[in-house]
C-alpha cells in the first residue's frame, strides 16, 4: 500500500508537472503568436488609442517587451531608507530620503514661501509638499486631474498642465486646502493622452516651452504634435519653435544664453542598442529635429525616412544612449556643489522598458558650453536597477533647491530625495 507521504510526494510531483507544461504552452502561445501591429496614421487611432498605443509594430528579436508597472504604493520609508544605502555618487554627495509618500511623483515646481509643488503621472494628482519642524507633509492638493505632470509657479500662481488644458491658480500658497478648479489659460492642444502628458520650462520673459508628442512610437505625425510650443501665459498666445520632435518631457533654459535645450525618447522597436534617446538645443526657431525622418541625428527610419537625409535635419547636441529614456532636466546653478558643477545640465533619466537588459534609471552629468558643442556626459548618481530589469526607482525630474542642492522626483518608488554635497 501506498504511504501517505508517497501519495503526497505523487501529487506535488503531478502538480508540477502540470505547472511546468503551462508555463511551457505559455511560451510557445507567445513565440506562435503574430508580432503586434498597429494602424496608427488614422485619426481614429489618435482619439480612440487602443491601451497599448505605446508599443509599436513588435520586431521578432524584441517580442513580447512591455513596460513595467511600479508599486502602487509606492516604496515604504524602510525600502527606501535601504535603497538610499545602494545609491552610488562622486565623493563628497550625500543622498537621502527628502519627502515618502508622493506617489506618482514628476514634475517639481516652487512656491515662492517654500512650498515644493509635485505634479503625477497616471493618478491626477497635484500634491505640495511643507515643512513642519523638520518633517515634510505631503498634501494632495488636486485630484481627478488628466496626467497633471507639468508644473510651473510664477507670480503668486500654480500652473498645471493637464494634457489639453494649462490651468491657473492664483495665490496657490495660501489657498492649498481650496484651490478651486482654477482658470484654463492656454487649451489649443489635442486632447488625446497618448504621449499628451507634458513638462514646462519658463524663460527669461515668462513664456512657458512645452512639448506635444506624437500618439504612436512612430509614424507621419498630426500637424498639432512632434513640435515645441512657446506659449504667453497671460494672453495665451503661442509659437511653434521646433519640429520634428519625437517625445520630450523635460526641458531647462540655459542661465547663460536664454536657448531652450531639451530631453527627447527616441522611438522603439529598432533593436536594444538603437536609436540613441538625445540631448537637443534650439538655436532658432523653427528648426526640425529629424522625427519620424530620422534618428539620433545619423540613422534614417527604416520606413519613414522616405528619401529624406539625416543632413537636413537639425543634430543633437549629445546622443545618450538607447531607451535610457531622458526626462527631467536641469542646469545646475546653485553654489552647493564643487565651481566645476555650474552650468553643467544634470538629467533624470527613467531607463528602459523596450530592451532586454534595462539602462538608464540614474541622473547623468553633462559638460558642455553655451554653444553646445564638445558636449561629454559621466554618470553622476546610479543604483535604482538591480539584474536585467529590476527597477528599485526610476528618477524623472530634478530641481534646484535654495541651499544649492538638488531634489529628484521618482515616479516609480513614489518619492522625491535631496542630493547634497560637503566638503568634509
Not at 498597429?38 to 509594430?57: A, C, I, N, R, V
Not at 520634428?244 to 547663460?256: L, Q
Amino acid at each position: 500500500m501506498t504511504s501517505m507521504f508517497h501519495r503526497s510526494v505523487l501529487a506535488l510531483a503531478a502538480v508540477a508537472l502540470l505547472a511546468g507544461t503551462s508555463v511551457v504552452n505559455a511560451q510557445q502561445q507567445d513565440q506562435n503568436r503574430a508580432l503586434k501591429k498597429y494602424e496608427s496614421g488614422t485619426k481614429e487611432f489618435w482619439t480612440h488609442p487602443p491601451d497599448d498605443w505605446f508599443l509599436g509594430d513588435e520586431t521578432e528579436a524584441q517580442k513580447g517587451l512591455a513596460p513595467p508597472s511600479g508599486p502602487p504604493t509606492g516604496a515604504s520609508e524602510a525600502e527606501l531608507a535601504a535603497m538610499m544605502k545602494k545609491i552610488k555618487l562622486p565623493p563628497g554627495f550625500k543622498i537621502e530620503v527628502y519627502a515618502p509618500g508622493v506617489l506618482a511623483a514628476r514634475q517639481m515646481a516652487w512656491g515662492d514661501k517654500g512650498t515644493l509643488f509635485v505634479g503625477s503621472f497616471g493618478l491626477g494628482n497635484v500634491y505640495a509638499i511643507k515643512d513642519n519642524n523638520g518633517k515634510k507633509e505631503v498634501k494632495t492638493i488636486l485630484k481627478g486631474l488628466n496626467m497633471p505632470t507639468g508644473l510651473a509657479f510664477k507670480d503668486g500662481a500654480l500652473y498645471v498642465i493637464a494634457v489639453d488644458k494649462l490651468i491657473r491658480y492664483d495665490d496657490a500658497e495660501a489657498n492649498l486646502d481650496k484651490l478651486g478648479d482654477g482658470k484654463v489659460v492656454y487649451d489649443d492642444m489635442p486632447s488625446y493622452a497618448a504621449h499628451g502628458w507634458k513638462y514646462i520650462a519658463v524663460d527669461k520673459e515668462g513664456w512657458f516651452f512645452l512639448p506635444f508628442g506624437p500618439p504612436f512610437n512612430v509614424g507621419i505625425p498630426p500637424t498639432s504634435v512632434s513640435q515645441i510650443r512657446r506659449v504667453d501665459p497671460k494672453t495665451g498666445n503661442a509659437e511653434i519653435w521646433a519640429l520634428g520632435v519625437r517625445n520630450s518631457v523635460g526641458g531647462d533654459v540655459d542661465p547663460r544664453t536664454g536657448k531652450f535645450w531639451f530631453t527627447e525618447n527616441a522611438r522603439d522597436w529598432v533593436s536594444d542598442d538603437l536609436p540613441s534617446d538625445k540631448l537637443n538645443m534650439i538655436n532658432k526657431i523653427g528648426e526640425h529635429f529629424g522625427y519620424p525622418y530620422c534618428h539620433q541625428g545619423d540613422l534614417p527610419d527604416p520606413k519613414f525616412a522616405m528619401g529624406h537625409k539625416c543632413s537636413e535635419f537639425t543634430p543633437p547636441v549629445l546622443n545618450l544612449g538607447a531607451h535610457v529614456a531622458p526626462l527631467g532636466m536641469k542646469f545646475y546653478t546653485g553654489d552647493q556643489f564643487p565651481a566645476e558643477y555650474k552650468n553643467n545640465i544634470l538629467i533624470a533619466e527613467h531607463g528602459s522598458w523596450n530592451r532586454h537588459k534595462y539602462q538608464g534609471a540614474r541622473i547623468m552629468r553633462v559638460i558642455v558650453g553655451p554653444d553646445g558643442k564638445n558636449a561629454k556626459q559621466e554618470v553622476f548618481a546610479s543604483g535604482w536597477i538591480e539584474g536585467d530589469q529590476g527597477y528599485l526607482g526610476r528618477p524623472n525630474d530634478i530641481i534646484l533647491a535654495k541651499d544649492g542642492s538638488i531634489l529628484v522626483a521618482d515616479d516609480w518608488a513614489g518619492a522625491i530625495y535631496r542630493i547634497s554635497y560637503s566638503k568634509k
